[in-house]
């Protein structure tokens, strides 16, 4: 690859850094794609594969593989820390660093525990693969563990699913749970009814899926309960440990917590020392550029755009693309 061509600079296989990628083929350009993964991941399944539905091959796909006919894009697998913007060049964790002209970061979000990160280790959230089959490896044991666990009231709170935030992941999470309980295992044990899985989704606000219109909610909600799941409305949850979970005056004896409530974007606005909103997105420019420094884009979940209307852009991933289209284009332009 001609070393003096204009060098673009990716972080973040996801949504946005690939659409960014393929949309910029063809330009007088070459490309380092950076991800401290190996694989994009198809996050939108990735409950599925918590559940047991789906195996992990199935969401997600080596990055090198994805852009193997790409001869302009080098794939480095590495862990970005940081930005220098005075020397233009991105940080790596090994101590090196990567220059560029233009600088694409799409390094996507994190779930985010409110100033808790204590309950971390008792509530695992669902982000990455890893987490994935984190939490289907702690509700199957919890199943094995009731099998073989004489106490009704321990046997309970090992067959009590505690699932925190009633977004879209945690409805999702619920309502395949309690399918997985109540339909796929039941008559795999003897000692257990796995019918008897209490499956409960607490929601610190008045309603669940508060992104979509309340009729939506309503339907959702009726749906959950329908299957079994019991939908807990207006508390907050104020402490997640190895004996459950509490929310208002409600203490839940519940042997798997599962975290579907926080977002926090990945540390890109600490990287540029640029402003960002309450969950840490760069407070991008309208072309999506940073303030002050023309050639560093941010896409994404990393990123906090304003709608014509004064709405943010919802973080997913139909709009993690089309930004990243979008900067494609500007970049093409330019050049
Ligand atoms: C469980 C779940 C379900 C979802 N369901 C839906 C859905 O049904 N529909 C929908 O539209 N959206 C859904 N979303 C949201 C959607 O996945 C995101 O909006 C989308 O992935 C955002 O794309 P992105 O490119 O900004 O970031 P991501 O796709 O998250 O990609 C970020 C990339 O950056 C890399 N990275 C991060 N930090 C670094 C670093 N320091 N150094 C190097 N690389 C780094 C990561 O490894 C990752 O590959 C869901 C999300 C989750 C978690």
Redesign the pocket.
């Known amino acids: 690859m001609n070393e003096a061509r204009h060098h673009v600079v990716v972080?973040?296989?996801?949504?946005?850094?690939l659409e960014f990628t393929r949309a910029l083929a063809g330009a007088p350009v070459r490309i380092t794609m950076?991800?401290?993964?190996n694989h994009?991941?198809f996050?939108?399944l990735?409950?599925q594969v918590a559940t047991t539905a789906l195996a992990t091959s199935e969401v997600a796909w080596p990055i090198r593989h994805l852009l193997r006919k790409r001869k302009d894009v080098t794939t480095l697998l590495?862990?970005?820390t940081g930005v220098d913007r005075a020397g233009k060049r991105v940080l790596l964790d090994d101590g090196s660093a990567v220059a560029y002209d233009t600088l694409l970061l799409?390094?996507?979000?994190r779930h985010a525990y409110f100033g808790h990160d204590e309950w971390e280790p008792f509530a695992p959230g669902?982000?990455t693969l890893e987490d994935a089959t984190t939490i289907r490896r702690r509700i199957l044991l919890a199943f094995e563990q009731a099998e073989r666990e004489a106490d009704p009231a321990k046997r309970q709170a090992l067959l009590t699913i505690a699932i925190v935030g009633g977004g879209?992941?945690g409805v999702e999470l619920a309502g395949t749970i309690v399918e997985l309980a109540h339909d796929t295992l039941r008559g795999e044990f003897r000692n257990i009814d796995t019918r008897q899985t209490r499956v409960v989704l607490i929601e610190a606000g008045d309603r669940i899926l508060a992104n979509f219109a309340p009729k939506l909610s309503d339907y959702a909600n009726k749906a959950l309960e329908r299957l079994g799941v019991t939908v807990e409305l207006g508390r907050a949850v104020t402490r997640c440990d190895a004996e459950g979970v509490v929310f208002g005056d409600k203490q839940l004896a519940a042997r798997t917590i599962l975290w579907a409530a926080g977002v926090a974007a990945?540390p890109a606005a600490e990287w540029l020392g640029a402003k960002a909103d309450r969950a840490g997105r760069v407070l991008v420019e309208p072309d999506l550029s940073v303030r002050g420094s023309p050639e560093i884009f941010v896409?994404?979940?990393?990123a906090h755009v304003l709608r014509p209307d004064g709405r943010p852009v919802p973080?997913?991933?139909?709009s993690?693309k089309q930004e990243g289209r979008h900067v494609a284009a500007t970049i093409k332009a330019r050049l």
């Open positions: 972080v973040g296989a996801g949504f946005g850094g950076i991800d401290k993964r994009h991941l996050q939108p990735l409950y590495a862990n970005v799409a390094t996507g979000a669902l982000k879209p992941t990945s896409i994404g979940d990393a973080g997913v991933a139909p993690a």
